[in-house]
């Protein structure tokens, strides 16, 4: 009874202190959080109970990596199941060998053995894809290890502490408790008091790591079982990868953008500390792949530290619990910024040498977090511009981070406030502001491409006011001499199908999607009115564009600055529902081995994966073959987020490294819906020197092949063998 007693006493003692430290870890988290700016959660939580339901108990995302989704399945559901047995072994100590007072108990019995095996071979092929595979992307050592160690001693307590109950307790070996029948079998020699002092050694070993565990995990990458819930709870209702807008007229705003880390809102900072580094994001960037600086994962952990630092000195509060346990001076920066990654890769991509820059540059220093520069101690202005916001990141991310919209403030920052641009940029902004295209062509040509076939009539805005379409050209459809074949092509095929449709000629502007990725808000809040203007001038209801990144612009960033009642397609979708209600017939052999490259911009942002590849199989002779990477996790041709007009220095291009790719399947052409990323398979193509044998072309360009037969005038030289059927 004496025992009873004070093991009672021992054990609120100690579930309480746990449970206070571990409150106190959260909750200085939590003021550090509340150091951002606020965000709207009251809206960002609209419409979120479907993906919260299918991301946190479907796993849904982990599952995008099969055998690391089965293994965190388990291990998932395996701990929210042992929980009640957790409960159950409290009991039993607390009681002297009583237990939950549940029906079936021995099925219950059953169910915690086999948890806790199965917990067991996932732990140990977690452990195997670390080290055994060494997959690149899992960080190594003993602090990303550490969590092994707990679970696995956690589950050697529980059928330990079962194993010497049943001695204790003279219980006979049972089927529906085996591994605790045959650790009892192996230690049946003992007394029965032996038997009690090693069950209670072993309970309260069960309970101290329990409780550690408990206290650990948020202050370390394991937080995430707290933070990522509720990231994906407030995950954003708007279109995904759409920008917050800049209230550049706000006199009170002393500046725009991210400077500091307080600057980001506090769903962003909620971001830092969901990551749980498992490091997918990295494992699919174009920019990691190829040898540039950036690493999105490290973004994400190198924010959270600065955060967690800097918050520390503000707050007065350290992150780390039992507070006397940690000495709390310094703060980690970048030791050594201005070096590359060593880039000497062998395959296609490559992520390892991006992951050892970040690893040696980013250092513990005896430095005052509240004096470091957010944007060249903690993030470089190289990283910053390596991005091609192709969210195949926030894509993979299991937990709901965004990492795009970071750095697009951290550009806005850079540019409204600094003025600082990469010099090739800064020309086309320039460009872009002065002729509204980025090449500085005069916007009076705009409308040149539409004369320059026989037999093809483009009408205006002013010739035909009555249009149902407006063919909405942008600036590569309009100047770029390659694309201009894709403009033609299309409007040769709405012809040919009787859409009523017309350009804006040179009234078109630029639609402002490079000025907004490159961090020039201002510049496209401008272009973004003065477009929506025109529109309303000519009562425009649809529109239709060949480029993903137009597309994505007007149908989802438009509106927030006044775009209402307008129906925006991309041209893809059209020609496919064109062929659907029999207005397009393709019924001339193409006899080609195409391989399709997704477009982030249509594909990850806009859903769009479909419709194209449902034109190439409407055509017939064309056999349609998948690169390795396709649709949802096709990699980026490297042109997005500003980069068509910056020039790649460091590392592998990446346009060759997606040409190399394609190449894999051996097609005869490599097909795309986008203008830039077809420049950038064609600029691929040279490069490997593969140009004579392997074309380039646009949707639009193979289906009027299908559909006319013939050879077009304005595609001399990228002819393709066609017959009538």
Not at 159 to 184: C, D, H, M, N, T
Not at 346 to 352: K, P
Not at 370 to 376: A, F, R, S, T, V
Not at 604 to 632: F, S
Request: aromatic residues 10%.
């Amino acid at each position: 009874m004496v025992w009873q007693i004070v093991n009672l006493l021992l054990f609120i003692a100690a579930a309480g202190y746990g449970i206070y430290l571990f409150y106190q870890a959260v909750y200085h988290r939590i003021l550090y959080v509340k150091l951002g700016k606020p965000a709207d959660f009251k809206k960002q939580r609209e419409g979120r109970w479907g993906e919260f339901l299918s991301q946190v108990f479907g796993q849904k995302k982990l599952f995008k990596d099969l055998k690391s989704g089965v293994m965190h399945f388990v291990i998932f559901y395996g701990f929210i199941i042992l929980q009640f047995g957790a409960l159950d072994l409290i009991i039993k100590g607390l009681t002297n060998g009583g237990h939950l007072p549940l029906p079936a108990y021995e099925v219950f019995g059953l169910l915690q053995e086999i948890t806790v095996f199965l917990i067991l071979v996932a732990v140990g092929y977690a452990a195997y894809r670390r080290y055994g595979e060494k997959l690149a992307r899992l960080k190594k050592g003993w602090k990303p290890s550490l969590v092994v160690f707990f679970i696995f001693s956690l589950m050697l307590s529980v059928v330990l502490s079962l194993g010497f109950e049943r001695v204790w307790l003279g219980q006979a070996a049972s089927g529906y408790a085996p591994i605790s029948s045959i650790l009892a079998a192996m230690f049946g020699g003992l007394s029965v008091p032996a038997a009690q002092v090693l069950f209670y050694v072993f309970w309260w070993a069960h309970l101290l790591i329990l409780l550690s565990f408990l206290v650990y995990v948020p202050q370390s990458k394991h937080f995430h079982l707290i933070s990522a819930p509720v990231n994906i709870y407030l995950g954003r209702s708007e279109p995904v990868g759409k920008l917050s807008k800049l209230d550049l007229e706000d006199e009170e705003a002393e500046s725009f953008g991210v400077g500091k880390i307080e600057h980001f809102t506090q769903k962003q900072m909620i971001d830092f500390y969901a990551c749980v580094e498992c490091g997918r994001c990295t494992n699919v960037c174009p920019a990691s792949n190829t040898g540039k600086v950036l690493s999105p994962m490290h973004l994400i952990v190198k924010l959270r530290d600065h955060l967690t630092e800097k918050g520390t000195a503000i707050t007065g509060k350290s992150p780390y619990v039992p507070e006397f346990a940690f000495a709390s001076s310094g703060a980690h920066a970048l030791s050594s910024p201005g070096s590359e990654p060593d880039w000497n890769a062998d395959g296609i991509t490559d992520i390892r040498p991006t992951l050892a820059w970040q690893k040696s540059t980013w250092a513990h220093q005896e430095r005052d977090p509240q004096e470091l520069n957010l944007i060249g101690d903690v993030m470089t202005e190289e990283e910053i511009w390596s991005c091609t916001t192709c969210r195949n990141c926030e894509d993979q991310c299991p937990v709901g981070n965004e990492h795009v919209d970071k750095i697009i403030d951290l550009r806005r920052h850079l540019v409204l406030m600094e003025g600082s641009v990469p010099a090739e940029g800064q020309r086309a902004l320039q460009n872009i502001e002065r002729q509204s295209n980025p090449w500085g062509l005069n916007r009076n040509d705009r409308a040149n491409w539409s004369g320059e076939v026989e037999g093809i009539k483009v009408p205006t805005v002013k010739d035909n006011p009555g249009f149902e379409y407006l063919f909405f050209v942008g600036s590569m459809g309009s100047y770029d001499l390659r694309s201009r074949k894709i403009s033609r092509s299309f409007a040769r095929l709405l012809n040919e199908s009787g859409v009523n449709y017309a350009i804006l000629g040179n009234e078109e502007k630029n639609s402002g999607d490079t000025p907004r990725r490159m961090g020039n808000e201002m510049l496209f809040q401008q272009l973004c009115m003065e477009n929506i203007e025109i529109f309303e001038k000519y009562g425009v209801h649809k529109i239709v564009t060949a480029c993903p990144h137009t597309f994505n612009t007007f149908k989802n960033e438009y509106p927030e600055f006044g775009l209402e009642g307008v129906e925006v397609l991309h041209h893809t979708q059209l020609l496919d529902q064109l062929i659907r209600e029999g207005k397009l017939t393709p019924q001339h052999e193409v006899k080609e081995r195409i391989t399709y490259h997704d477009s982030c911009y249509l594909g990850r942002y806009n859903n769009v994966y479909d419709q194209p590849r449902n034109v190439l199989k409407a055509i017939p002779g064309v056999e349609l073959v998948e690169m390795k990477r396709t649709r949802e996790n096709a990699m980026c041709c490297g042109a997005g987020g500003g980069m068509m007009w910056m020039e790649e220095t460091a590392g592998k291009r990446v346009n060759l490294a997606r040409t190399e790719q394609a190449l894999e399947v051996n097609p005869s052409i490599i097909s795309s819906a986008c203008p830039y990323c077809l420049t950038m398979m064609e600029d691929g193509t040279k490069m490997k020197e593969v140009e004579d044998r392997v074309k380039a072309k646009d949707i639009a360009e193979i289906l009027e092949l299908s559909v006319f037969g013939d050879r077009p005038a304005h595609n001399k030289g990228l002819e393709m063998e066609a017959s009538t059927k």
